[in-house]
């Protein structure tokens, strides 16, 4: 029980909804509504929604650079536009690795788009600390999201 604005509320757990949110794993996000101020779970909720559309590498990425001739690291993934994801119409096109000039300036060798990675220790809280960055000749089509399936490291 809690008072909210003057009033006694009463919330009910919600085990089954629990239960489901913990098959999301830390992508899920279960917060009481027992309680007269909201800022932290809508902080968490934010942090939550960062995180998913945060350009940072997550997980056991293999690390081992795959073309030591290429400037930077160049670690064994696949990058690709989905325009129009989970329709009829969904097109998918793969987006070739950048030709590095240095580590920190990608040519995009006139391909209408390409992908590249940098360490982003301050932007990316991840085990790799590294960073997606794709690079366009204009604007991603609308309704285009970006997939990403990088090697995982071995065990």
């Keep these: ?16 909804l629990n239960e489901m949110l913990a098959g999301f794993g830390d992508r899920g996000l279960f917060r009481t ?5 909201y800022s932290t779970a809508l902080a968490d909720i ?7 559309v945060s350009p940072c590498l997550e997980g056991t990425l293999d690390t081992r650079d795959t073309d030591a001739v290429n400037p930077g690291l ?3 993934c696949t990058v690709s536009d989905i325009e129009a994801p989970d329709t009829d119409a969904q097109v998918e096109t793969a ?8 580590q920190d300036h990608p040519d995009r060798a006139g391909a209408p788009a390409c992908w590249w990675v940098a360490r982003n220790a301050a932007a990316c809280a991840t085990e790799t600390q590294l ?3 794709v690079e366009r000749e204009g604007a991603a089509a609308p309704n285009t999201t970006v997939r990403v399936s990088c090697a995982t490291a071995p065990s």
């Design 95 to 102: 987006i070739p690795r950048c030709h590095m000039i240095d």
């Design 131 to 133: 960073e997606l960055r």
């Design 46 to 52: 934010g942090a939550l929604l960062f995180a998913a």
């Design 33 to 37: 509504v027992c309680q007269s101020d």
């Design 1 to 16: 029980m809690a008072t909210i604005n003057g009033h006694l509320a009463i919330g009910r757990p919600s085990l089954r």
């Design 74 to 76: 160049q670690p064994d």
